[in-house]
C-alpha cells in the first residue's frame, strides 16, 4: 500500500532558529509533493507544490526564502522553516501523489516555536 | 473566499444511525473530491473520493452523493459506530499531472454508544 512517513512528529525550536522536516513516500511514486501547514482549528494552508522536473510553485504569503523545499528524487522531500516565530507554529503535512492519482498524507511534524 | 464549503461544523449521532455530512463547492472545473479522515494527532487518511462523471461512490458504510448541477456532495456514513468519530474534510481539485487540493473546514463528527 502507499504509506508517507513524516520525522520529527513533533519539534520544539526556539524563536528566530530554523527547523527541517523530512517526508518519505513508500510504496509509489511521488511525483508530487505537496507541504500544507494545518492550524489549531484544523484549516489547512497550501504552502508549496513540488513536481518532479518542474519548478516548486509556492502560494501567496508562502515564500521559498521562508520555506525552502527540496524533492531530489520520487520518494523524498524535505522543507525547512526558516527563523521560525509563533505564527508559523502548526502541524505541517506532507501529501504526495503519482501524477494526478490519490494524495497521501503523512502524520504531520508539529511545530512548537518558544 | 472559500472555494469549498463543508456542513455542519460538528455533528452528534447515535452508534447505528447514518451520519451524513455535506458538502459544496464554487469551481465548476473542480472534478475530483476527495473525503479525509482525521483523528486527533494524525494526519488526514483518505476515505473515499468520487470523480465527477459518477453521481454516486459507495465502499462498504461510505457512500458519497454527488450532484454536479448544483455543486454539491454528501458523504453518509451508515451503521455509524463510535471508531467513526474524526474530523471529516471534504476536499476538491482539477485532476492534472500536479496535485493541489482545496480542502473545506471539516466537521467533526462523534458517534456516541
Known amino acids: 500500500g502507499a504509506l508517507v512517513y513524516q520525522y520529527p512528529r513533533r519539534t520544539i525550536c526556539k524563536s528566530g532558529t530554523s527547523m527541517r522536516m523530512e517526508c518519505q513516500a513508500v510504496?509509489?511514486?511521488?511525483?508530487?509533493v505537496a507541504w500544507y501547514r494545518q492550524s489549531p482549528q484544523k484549516t489547512f494552508e497550501l504552502i508549496a507544490l513540488?513536481?518532479?522536473?518542474?519548478?516548486?510553485?509556492?502560494e501567496q504569503n508562502f515564500t521559498q526564502e521562508k520555506f525552502p523545499i527540496s524533492h531530489p528524487n520520487l520518494s523524498f522531500s524535505s522543507m525547512t522553516v526558516l527563523n521560525a516565530y509563533l505564527e508559523d507554529r502548526g502541524l505541517y503535512l506532507c501529501?504526495?501523489?503519482?501524477?494526478?492519482?490519490?494524495?497521501?498524507f503523512g502524520p504531520g511534524t508539529r511545530l512548537t516555536v518558544l | 473566499q472559500q472555494q469549498v464549503r463543508q456542513s455542519p461544523q460538528s455533528l452528534t449521532v447515535w452508534e447505528g444511525e447514518t451520519a451524513i455530512l455535506n458538502c459544496s463547492y464554487e469551481?465548476?472545473?473542480?472534478?475530483?473530491f476527495p473525503w479525509y479522515q482525521q483523528f486527533p494527532g494524525e494526519g488526514p487518511a483518505l476515505l473515499i473520493s468520487?470523480?465527477?462523471?459518477?453521481d454516486k461512490k459507495e465502499d462498504g458504510r461510505f457512500t458519497i452523493f454527488f450532484n454536479k448541477r448544483e455543486k454539491k456532495l454528501s458523504l453518509h456514513i451508515t451503521d455509524s459506530q463510535p471508531g467513526d468519530s474524526a474530523t471529516y474534510f471534504c476536499?476538491?481539485?482539477?485532476?492534472?499531472?500536479?496535485?493541489?487540493?482545496?480542502f473545506g473546514s471539516g466537521t467533526q463528527l462523534t458517534v456516541m454508544p
Open positions: 501529501g504526495a501523489s503519482d501524477w494526478g492519482e490519490e494524495q497521501y
Open positions: 510504496g509509489f511514486q511521488a511525483t508530487s
Open positions: 513540488s513536481t518532479v522536473n518542474s519548478a516548486i510553485k509556492y
Open positions: 469551481d465548476s472545473t473542480f472534478n475530483y
Open positions: 468520487i470523480r465527477s462523471v459518477s
Open positions: 476536499a476538491a481539485s482539477v485532476t492534472s499531472g500536479s496535485w493541489q487540493l482545496i
